[in-house]
């Protein structure tokens, strides 16, 4: 059975940086008919994001009343059966004390999903308990998570921003501008590079996970 984030990780779509630079420049956040959404500006264009809009636009297919958080006890159980290394009851997890195919789940969270700037080799709570339930196959509303961390990327403020906004979910919002405005011109040259996993990538990943990750003594049942 295909995953559930399975369309949301693997589409393939150029990303454009005047669009992702005015969509966070000028995004707000604004009720709608009595629904919080976020709304940015491109060229007269509106642009409009909401959880109904990502799960419909990364075809989610989720529940719309799934929670967005795992039960404390559940990602803890969930995390000895994976023979995680680390302190289960820890705020964070580093990705380097999990099995090989946990490691690389996370590691794919933490690129694809998550609202982590620098450092990807620590995932906290919210990332964690996203692999949980999909590992567990528990209801969990990525749509949700997503948007809310989008909304604390536009409140961010001070310091810690140096004024700008972060780039986060470029190809999401160009996907969703996409469907919103088809015919919106778009130029080669402003394309937004972004790396991708290569086949070499994938290797040196493999074998890196091999030297970091050691089972307990004794192993975690």
Known sequence: MESRINKAVTFSTSAYKSFVKASWDFASIVQVNGIEVIQGNLNDLTVTVSPEILNTVLELQEDPNAPFSIPIMSTCGCLLRMKCTGDIFSNQINKGDLPLRYKFLLHVLIQCISNIRAGYDIAGNDIIGLMVALVLNKPFSISKYIFTNMKENI????????????????????????????????????????????????????????KRYTESKPPRK
């Open 155 to 210: 409140t961010r403020t001070g310091s810690r921003t140096t004024g700008n906004k972060f780039w986060m979910y470029p190809h999401f919002l160009q996907k969703i501008m996409n469907v919103q405005h088809p015919g919106n011109p778009k130029a080669d040259n402003d394309i937004l590079k972004i790396e991708t996993m290569t086949e070499n990538s994938l290797k040196i990943f493999k074998v890196l996970a091999a």
